[in-house]
């Protein structure tokens, strides 16, 4: 099992400081989450049916012609390598490990011959290798780095792949604060795949719901894949009243954007260079002089848990601090030690 952000459990285990004592910017979930409304009691006592409702507010939202309902995108990302064969895969590199890590998991070998064959590629490289793959993985805006393609790249690629019958896998979850940069309305193109999480911006990670962009086929093949009741009544009630909330919404963007240029400020200020988005920042070990291991333990010494990269990205992400006391602790860590100079 992968490694993932939000793992309070380990830095309890780790270090020995009470779970209450810990503020966990290890993740990139919004800190200020949609006020979960009441549900109705059915949606806890009947079996939760299929709803057009939340479909129909999902694809108003993201602007995706069609769209079906997971139980979180790691869903889709487990079954999308299921229902291809034969396939020579690009996942860009650093990335959401969990897309390299599924297609490998379906690398099944028949005689010499691999269905899947997975190779990473650096990000900045990723144009250069298109032409030899069928399937291409990428987060846009990246995951951890913050890295971003522009749609004109995406499309181009998608096209190119569709025309001997590839896909473009794209990972929007953090795409929210960022909605020029999403491909998600042309995804009626077969071919072109789209995945978009409510845990991230809307900070209902605990939901487990997430959604596909696809075409219609495409779309029926995963669903009958995943088969019946994945979505909750009461996550389904949530999510309406989330993606339809447009006020919350628009009055989120203006708090995360503001967030955001709060962490970069402080990371420079304490002579960091980082990237990212309004709902993190990331900060190479290379720019950290290879220092990257030693602010984490740091940062945990002081009780606050940061995510430690160390493999193919190397380096620590920050995630927004969730209030006044947490932003002041995380000064105060800084101001302690391992300042640069």
Known sequence: MLEHGGNLADAVRHFGRPLQDWIDLSTGINPRFYPV??????????????SDELVLAAQDFYGAPRMLAVA???????ALPRLRAASRVLV????????????????????????????????????AAVSSADVVVICN?????????????LMRWADELRSRGGWLVVDEAFADTLPGASIAAYTDKPGLIVLRSVGKFFGLAGLRLGFVAAEEALLAQLENYLGPWTISGPAQQIACAALKDVAWQN?????????????RALLKKHGYRSSGTDLFQWCSDADLQGQAEQLWQHMAEQGI???????????????????????RRLELAFELGLMRK
């Open 37 to 50: 409304p009441p549900v109705a009691e059915n949606a806890w006592h009947r079996l939760p049916e299929k």
């Open 92 to 127: 860009s590199a650093p990335s959401y490990a969990e897309h390299a890590h599924q297609w490998r998991q379906h690398a099944h070998q028949r005689g010499n011959q691999y269905l899947h064959q997975v190779r990473e590629v650096a990000y900045a490289d990723l144009d």
């Open 72 to 78: 979180g995108t790691q869903a889709a990302i487990q």
């Open 141 to 153: 805006p990246n995951n951890p780095t913050g890295a971003g393609m522009q749609p004109q790249t």
């Open 251 to 263: 009055d989120t963007r203006l708090y995360l954007q503001q967030q955001g240029d709060r962490l």
């Open 305 to 327: 848990w940061i995510r430690l990269f160390r493999e193919a990205a190397r380096g620590v992400r920050f995630g927004l601090p969730a209030d006044e006391a947490a932003w």
